[in-house]
């Protein structure tokens, strides 16, 4: 299977009198929910879609609880979920307060056989439309 790219210009954000250049950008067709996601597994596999949903939709419930008790929980043939906290720090811990703590992250590191398919896998560049409508602008090169 190939991946699609399309080029987009883009300007420097260290230096934005720099003139544009083209840069490589991941297709993005829109995101795929929890039914389209059961509806894809239902179509490979004896399990129904009806149970797909229920198995998908309690795994993600699990993952919050887990997270939320500490757990990093590492899915076979996908990646690892953890917790993250960005915030400020004390000089001693005597003066650490909780309203120190500005958020929390969860983090995903995906395992290394998964990197390694994408990797491996062939490029196609197509016209289509890079941006989606829920797209985060990244800066050039960044994250594609």
């Excluded at 987009?8 to 954000?13: A, I, K, L």
């Excluded at 399990?47 to 229920?54: F, V």
């Excluded at 899915?75 to 005597?94: A, H, L, M, Q, Y």
């Amino acid at each position: 299977m190939a991946i699609q790219y399309c080029l987009v210009e883009r300007v420097n954000p260290q230096d934005r009198t720099a003139p544009k250049k083209f840069y490589a950008s991941a297709v993005r067709r829109g995101s795929m929910g929890l039914d389209g996601l059961a509806t894809r597994i239902a179509g490979s596999s004896t399990a129904s879609k009806g149970d797909i949903m229920l198995v998908l939709s309690a795994l993600g419930e699990q993952l919050q609880h887990l997270l939320m008790e500490g757990y990093s929980i590492k899915v076979d043939g996908f990646g690892t979920f953890r917790i993250t906290i960005n915030g400020k720090g004390s000089d001693t811990p005597e003066e650490f307060k909780s309203s120190m703590i500005q958020k929390f992250n969860i983090r995903f590191k995906p395992e290394v056989e998964m990197i390694a398919r994408v990797n491996r896998a062939s490029l196609e560049r197509t016209n289509t439309a890079c941006a989606h409508p829920d797209e985060d602008d990244e800066g050039p090169g960044q994250g594609e």
